[in-house]
């Protein structure tokens, strides 16, 4: 294992003995603790890194911890990018030659288990048994992020390193955070209220039931396919000349419906080949999340669940000699959705015999959820509130760290104006907890994800990205930015070596004395004069567009319609125009999912997504 260096390290444990002596061998300090209702503890005095060291523990028996390093002991959280290993589901790019090469005895790493729970826990489940050595043979499932940031430190500093690794994909912030701290906000006060009561917890129980019934009802009503509960749009002969098209299989999001949570309706007309008649079919596919199906009207059956094989069975007497119509109704709650998967994965089949369904289908929207009020939950497991900071955060709180690195938003995007309270909140309540006031927190800004948009457009992800800046008014905190390393059609970016990095930049120069480039340009203010705007930015050494002309800048007059804007350097600042605006107020820089700007500085790192105006943005509001 690892120790932090130049600390107070607690150790402690269970002893039938009425003492226990400890002895360390980086000074050959003894220390005795008297054994209080089967327990014990001391507190180790740890030097400057170095090691391998060992600490003798004696009652009536004598036990040698061996391997020992002082160093610097990291704690890594966060949600699936920072869980993401390097092979397992992750598969990062290069992960075979990545880790052949992870021979480094001196960077040790443990992993907690996934675990949640209504109240504070004491000890951390954790797996293979604890600490493991850096190697080829322990670092597969590791999280990759937390990997290249201390491989990154110890071949600059050659400081021993320990990760701990407690992270959850999937997972919001506000699990994450004690339940004290959240209650100063009063936004979960029913969740945190059901935890600790079952009479609360029945409440909320019930309350949920309720509101989701009548939230469903209101779906259905509002789902311009559905006529006082008739599904009018699956009918055989209802026409849908005015519908689009859509290539399927393949999520809607990346076909022409960017911005649709809520109910599509798919239609195909086939001509039923010869060897199918009088026979019972197989209708196969993937959806994503909820499904309805109707064959020339007939109903033939429901699923739900994102990752649950669609097979329908068709009676005979449901198709009909030459043309017959196929409609799937989807669901999609969040994420991407619609009728996925490869083209294999849509088929009809009977017997041996195989035809295919992939290709042009028609579509249209029933309704879109972000025109309805937000969708009811019921907080349970490792969703409820405080209930992994209980299980994965504080069993950990006696321990000194050098700092935390932190990968997690994308499960709060949809509420990203409230993460402006909760990110800081969390920062602040760990470092209350940990007892370090100033203790480092260093993060990663949301990649760029989804489709990139022709023009400006309102953006949740821009908007919780513009949270995750903010907190940089905190002190000791960094931030590095990850727009220029995503994948618009994979929530989980491959290249997690410069993730890892540039978090690794930002320790390397704030708490290891070396000189390097941590951060992009980062907006600072700006000024209008007649119909241009000129930006003013920290970290503007040497800006420049990374390649060719400057991207990614739109500007809005009084009306807050943006244009793309018109960008170019003036010494180190930008000035910013669009012969579409004449009298600019406001000015917006890589706003969006998937942003393409190319602003950066003598660092060749990014900038970070940024706004001059406050107007209320897409998540305004929502809890």
């Known amino acids: 294992m690892v120790l932090q260096q130049r600390a107070t390290v607690p150790l402690w444990g269970e002893s039938t003995s009425s003492s226990v002596k400890v002895t360390t061998s980086w000074d050959n300090a003894s220390y005795t603790a008297k ?19 060992t600490i003798t523990i004696a009652d009536d028996k004598t036990l040698m911890l061996k391997n020992i ?19 397992g589901w992750g598969k990062i790019q290069n992960f075979k030659e990545e880790i052949a090469a992870a021979k480094y005895p001196e960077i040790r790493i443990i992993q907690a288990e996934h675990a949640d729970n209504a109240i504070p826990l004491t000890d951390l489940r954790v797996q293979n048994g604890g600490w493991q050595v850096c190697s080829p043979a322990t670092i597969a499932e590791f999280s990759a992020t937390a990997y290249f940031f201390a491989k990154k430190i110890y071949q600059e500093k050659h400081i021993p390193i320990g990760l701990i690794h407690s992270s ?51 779906l259905e009503k509002s789902d311009k396919g559905m006529e006082n509960a008739v599904p009018i749009w699956a009918s ?37 080949p010869e060897n199918f008649e009088g026979k019972d079919v197989t209708l196969n596919f993937l959806a994503d999340d909820d499904d309805k199906v109707w064959v020339n009207g007939v109903y033939a059956g429901t699923s739900s669940g994102y990752n649950v094989p669609r097979s329908y069975t068709i009676p005979a007497n449901a198709f009909k000699k030459g043309k017959n119509v196929i409609t799937i109704r989807v669901y999609d709650s969040t994420g991407g959705g619609g009728v996925y998967g490869s ?63 932190w990968y997690q938003g994308e499960s709060n995007a949809e509420r990203a104006e409230q993460y402006q309270k909760l990110f800081p909140l969390l920062i602040n309540d760990w470092r209350t907890k940990f007892g370090n006031r100033n203790l480092p927190f260093y993060y990663v800004q949301l990649a760029n994800y989804k489709v990139t948009r022709t023009e400006p457009v309102e ?37 997690k070596q410069d993730i890892g990095e540039r978090l690794a930049r930002i320790a390397l120069a704030k708490q290891y004395g070396v000189k390097i ?33 400057l991207k990614g800048f739109a500007v809005a007059g009084a009306d807050k319609v943006f244009y793309w804007a018109d960008a170019k350097i003036e010494g180190n600042k930008i000035v910013v125009s669009s012969s579409k605006v004449t009298k600019p107020v406001a000015v917006r820089y890589n706003w969006a999912d998937n942003p393409d700007g190319n602003l950066t500085n003598a660092s060749g790192l990014p900038a970070s997504s940024f706004r001059t105006d406050t107007w209320p943005g897409i998540t305004h509001g929502k809890k």
């Open 69 to 87: 390093l002082i160093g610097e002991v990291w704690l890594c959280s966060g949600q699936s990018n920072m869980e993401m290993p390097l092979e």
């Open 459 to 495: 953006s949740d992800w821009a908007e919780l990205r513009e949270a995750q800046t903010k907190a940089l008014s905190l002190p000791y905190t960094g931030m590095i930015v990850a727009t220029d390393i995503g994948n618009d059609q994979d929530i989980h970016p491959k290249n």
């Open 168 to 218: 959850w994909g999937g997972t919001i912030i506000e699990a994450w955070t004690s339940a004290g701290a959240l209650k100063t906000v009063h936004d979960f006060d029913e969740a945190l209220a059901a935890m600790t009561s079952d009479e609360n917890k029945e409440a909320l129980l019930a309350k949920y039931n309720a509101d989701i019934k009548v939230w469903l009802a209101l």
């Open 35 to 53: 054994v209080a209702n089967g327990n014990w503890l001391v507190n180790l005095k740890t030097p400057v890194y170095g090691g391998p060291y």
């Open 236 to 272: 055989a002969d209802f026409n849908d000349a005015s519908w689009k098209i859509m290539k399927l299989p393949g999520y809607m999001e990346f076909n022409g419906l960017p911005d649709v949570d809520g109910v599509v309706w798919f239609r195909k007309t086939i001509n039923l």
């Open 517 to 549: 480039d941590y951060s992009g340009p980062l907006y600072k203010s700006y000024a209008v004069k007649g119909n241009a705007v000129t930006l003013d930015f920290t970290y503007n050494e040497g800006i420049k567009a990374k390649t060719g002309g």
């Open 343 to 405: 083209p294999s994965d849509l088929t009809l089949k009977t017997g041996q015999e195989t035809f295919a369904l992939a290709g042009d289908w028609k579509y249209a929207v029933g309704i879109n959820t972000k025109d309805m009020p937000v969708q009811p939950s019921y907080p349970a497991g490792q969703y409820r509130p405080s209930a992994i900071y209980n299980a994965m955060i504080h069993p950990l709180l006696k321990l000194p760290l050098a700092g935390v690195i």
